[in-house]
């Protein structure tokens, strides 16, 4: 499927309404994980340890715990929200991951082009790689952007959250003006911003990609699809969780105050945290990625995702 043309200056209507899912029964999977997080704050159960360390700064002071299997985790708990100037967003830096907790389901939504809506990048040739920043196979087209490496750490939720060594992820977001590859008009033929990485020993996987701009109805995200292993995301097989990484508020707004982000600048301010219709009923507290770097010099962003 692909997006109709849009006038200059102009987004296409990417995500802005929940009805962008895979149907009733990921809706009811989706409320049992959520109800059941409330059901564990409201019983006051403390947070278990993680089992890896994520990089970048967070801007509260880490501790540090025993892990499983006798190793060390770093884990950072979230300071008051607050209300920075014109913006309802938290300023919380570190999403919490807990063993007992998973990483929340989401839609993948509209332009996943894992075959569920037309396009299928996950069987093309090419799609296994780090770099996603270019296209790959009958185009080499490079996007422009302030540059961002991600990194996700697996964590096995039913063993006592140990890395999910040899997992695979599966990630994509849109470009600095809003756009999605194989989707949007004139994007058909280019498939950049998606690729499929293996997790290591750590349950890591690393993607270096640019910061992903800002459109309406959205905060600025990045979508995910884990799978057991390489050969399932590669054969588009059965998904073990499909969620989202959300950007943070200080992040976005230098990001997008530089040259090249001019549209995402005027589309940033019209969304929220909380006005979000996929991070909207939590702030995004478990999706919320640690976030240190520079426009200068770029970004890193990590997050601990709980399977």
Same mark, same amino acid.
Not at 209 to 223: C, D, L, S
């Given at each position: 499927m692909s997006t109709s043309g849009t006038a200059a200056g102009q987004q296409p209507p990417h995500e802005p309404h929940p009805n962008h899912d895979r149907g009733l029964e990921f809706d009811l999977s989706t409320l049992m994980s959520r109800r059941s997080l409330g059901m564990l704050f409201g019983a006051g159960t403390a947070a278990a340890a993680l089992a890896a360390c994520t990089p970048g700064g967070s801007g509260? $002071?880490?501790?540090?715990?025993?892990?499983?299997? !006798? $190793?060390? @985790?770093?884990?950072t708990a979230p300071p008051a929200s607050a209300t920075p100037s014109g913006s309802a967003s938290p300023t919380v830096t570190r999403a919490i991951a807990e063993c007992g907790v998973e990483i929340p389901q989401e839609t993948a939504g509209p332009f996943p082009g894992d075959g569920s809506n037309g396009p299928n990048a996950l069987e @093309? %040739?090419?799609?296994? *790689?780090? /770099?996603?920043?270019?296209s790959f196979g009958t185009s080499s087209t490079k996007?422009?952007?302030?540059?961002?490496?991600?990194?996700l750490t697996l964590l096995d939720n039913a063993n006592d959250c140990v890395p999910l060594a040899g997992?695979?992820?599966?990630? +994509?977001?849109?470009? *600095?003006?809003?756009?999605?590859?194989?989707?949007? %008009?004139?994007?058909?033929? #280019?498939?950049?911003?998606? !690729?499929?990485?293996e997790a290591d020993a750590n349950g890591q996987v690393t993607f270096k990609?640019?910061?992903?701009?800002?459109? =309406?109805?959205? +905060?600025?995200?990045?979508?995910f699809e884990v799978f #057991?292993?390489? $050969? =399932?995301?590669?054969?588009a097989g059965q998904v073990l969780a499909v969620s989202q990484i959300a950007?943070? /508020?200080?992040?976005?707004?230098?990001?997008?105050? $530089? #040259? !090249?982000? #001019?549209? %995402?600048? *005027? =589309?940033?301010?019209?969304?929220?945290?909380?006005? &979000? =219709?996929?991070? !909207? &009923? &939590?702030?995004?507290?478990?999706?919320?990625?640690?976030?240190?770097? %520079?426009?200068?010099?770029?970004?890193?962003?990590?997050?601990?995702?709980?399977?």
């Open positions: 509260t $002071s880490p501790t540090t715990s025993p892990g499983p299997a !006798g $190793s060390t @985790a770093t884990t @093309a %040739s090419g799609v296994v *790689r780090q /770099d996603i920043t270019s996007v422009d952007g302030v540059p961002l490496t991600v990194t997992a695979a992820v599966y990630a +994509w977001h849109c470009d *600095r003006e809003g756009r999605y590859s194989l989707y949007d %008009s004139g994007l058909e033929n #280019e498939n950049y911003l998606r !690729g499929v990485q990609t640019i910061y992903p701009g800002a459109y =309406n109805g959205r +905060w600025p995200h990045i979508h #057991e292993s390489m $050969s =399932n995301a590669t054969a950007l943070t /508020d200080a992040a976005c707004r230098e990001v997008y105050a $530089s #040259e !090249g982000y #001019e549209t %995402s600048a *005027r =589309n940033f301010p019209n969304t929220t945290l909380q006005s &979000d =219709n996929v991070f !909207g &009923d &939590d702030g995004g507290i478990y999706q919320l990625a640690t976030m240190s770097g %520079s426009v200068s010099g770029g970004y890193i962003a990590g997050l601990n995702v709980t399977v």
